[in-house]
């Protein structure tokens, strides 16, 4: 069965610290993996990898991609309050496994920015 | 703007009761996604449409059904054959299925 795991599940910090969110999956036929953050409502876009090694960047969060060991990393340097939020990852197979090419989401990593 | 408009953002439910929760987009996307999100839990999808009059069941379809007669729109009925409804419900859509989804911003779903 395919599935994605995120770790830790909660996570607080303070203001000013870097933080590195883990993702892990088991997919069949790997297309992309992408990460989003959800604070109250919607989740919202932040990155889409399909390829190894090669980081994406939007200011100060990262994402790189390993797809040997079929792992991806967030990064945040020098979080703020407004960095709070669920950050979930979700896997996308190709459309001939289990999953039927659907998104497979992890349970989320939350958190928390202190003054 | 272009977005993703649910409505209504809360919604009761009586037992026996079926309810339909809205979801309009005018991002000019063909494939548009239900999900049904609980608390500690990813989300999980329950249907999903990639082009007009056409859609697939999801991993947790039992219960629920929908329709696409516009591209715009994909409305979700939860049936009273839906034994747990209660949830935070999200529609997503993206302009095919190998693109990022964007989403609304919920209807959150409670039993009377």
């Known amino acids: 069965e395919d599935k994605v795991v995120q770790s830790p599940l909660s996570l607080v910090v303070h203001e000013g610290d870097t933080v590195t969110l883990n993702c892990s999956y088991e997919?069949?036929?790997?297309?992309?993996l992408l990460w989003y953050k959800q604070e109250k409502k919607a989740p919202t876009f932040l990155f889409m990898l399909?390829?190894?090694?090669i980081e994406k960047k939007s200011g100060r969060l990262s994402s790189i991609l390993d797809k040997k060991e079929l792992f991806s990393i967030l990064n945040i340097t020098a979080t703020q309050t407004g960095d709070s939020a669920v950050y979930l990852c979700?896997?996308?197979?190709?459309?001939?496994?289990?999953?039927?090419?659907?998104?497979?989401f992890g349970k989320g990593t939350k958190l928390s920015v202190k003054p | 703007d272009g977005g993703i408009t649910q409505s209504p953002k809360y919604l009761f439910r009586k037992e026996g009761q079926n309810v339909t929760l809205s979801c309009e987009q005018n991002?000019?996307?063909?494939?548009m996604y239900w999900y049904r999100q609980d608390p500690g839990q990813g989300l999980r999808l329950i249907y999903y449409?990639?082009?007009?009059?056409?859609?697939q069941k999801g991993d947790i379809a039992e219960g629920y059904s929908v329709s696409r007669e516009k591209k715009e729109s994909f409305p979700l009925t939860v049936t009273s054959a839906q034994k747990n409804p209660t949830a935070f419900y999200l529609c997503?859509?993206?302009?095919?299925?190998?693109?990022?989804?964007?989403f609304g911003d919920g209807t959150r779903l409670s039993i009377l």
């Open positions: 979700a896997v996308k197979a190709l459309p001939y496994g289990g999953s039927q090419g659907n998104l497979i």
């Open positions: 991002l000019n996307h063909d494939a």
């Open positions: 399909t390829s190894s090694g």
């Open positions: 997919v069949t036929n790997f297309r992309s």
């Open positions: 449409s990639q082009i007009v009059n056409d859609f």
């Open positions: 997503a859509s993206s302009t095919d299925s190998n693109q990022p989804q964007h």
